[in-house]
């Protein structure tokens, strides 16, 4: 389970549920960077450009690699304040574990009863960032049943 583990964490870093998120300031502060931040400012940060930084998850931030989670195929997780698809700190989703279990059953139920492929692979697929991270005009997929014996 570890490369599933892998592959699902993979698919949050690049298209994370949350995409743009942000938080007001309660009282004057300054960041890790230095930058100081007023009591009521605005702080936002974006996960889903943070998934595809190359200067936290090297040249090939781009792709669609689980592998970069895997150490000798055990599941590695990166610091949530890098990888920030439940947030991190006091903040940090309490669903997080939930998530990941209804991810894998629903992955597992899906991918052992059915092969599953785009109804047309030449159509670009497009998003619209909300709130959460929507697919524009949905994700048409033919879902062709396997042979079980």
């Known amino acids: 389970m570890h490369y599933l583990h892998a592959a699902l964490t993979e698919t949050l870093r690049l298209y994370p549920a949350v995409p743009i998120d942000g938080r007001c300031a309660m009282e004057d502060d300054i960041l890790p960077d230095g930058h100081k931040v007023r009591k009521g ?19 090939d ?32 989703c309490l669903g997080k574990d939930f998530a990941y279990r209804q991810m894998k059953i629903v992955s ?6 059915f092969r599953l492929k785009l109804v047309d692979d030449a159509k670009a697929v497009n998003y619209r960032t909300m709130f959460t991270l929507h697919m524009k005009e949905g994700l048409h997929l033919y879902a062709v049943p396997r042979t079980i014996m």
Not at 47 to 57: D, F, H, K
Not at 108 to 113: G, S
Request: proline share 7%; hydrophobic share 45%.
């Open 108 to 113: 597992i139920a899906v991918l052992r009863h």
């Open 61 to 92: 931030a781009h792709c669609f690699r689980p592998e970069r989670w895997l150490h000798n195929g055990v599941f590695r997780p990166e610091s949530p304040f890098k990888f920030v698809a439940f947030h991190a700190g006091p903040r940090i």
């Open 41 to 59: 400012d605005g702080v936002y940060y974006m996960a889903y450009a943070m998934g595809r930084m190359s200067t936290l998850w090297g040249e």
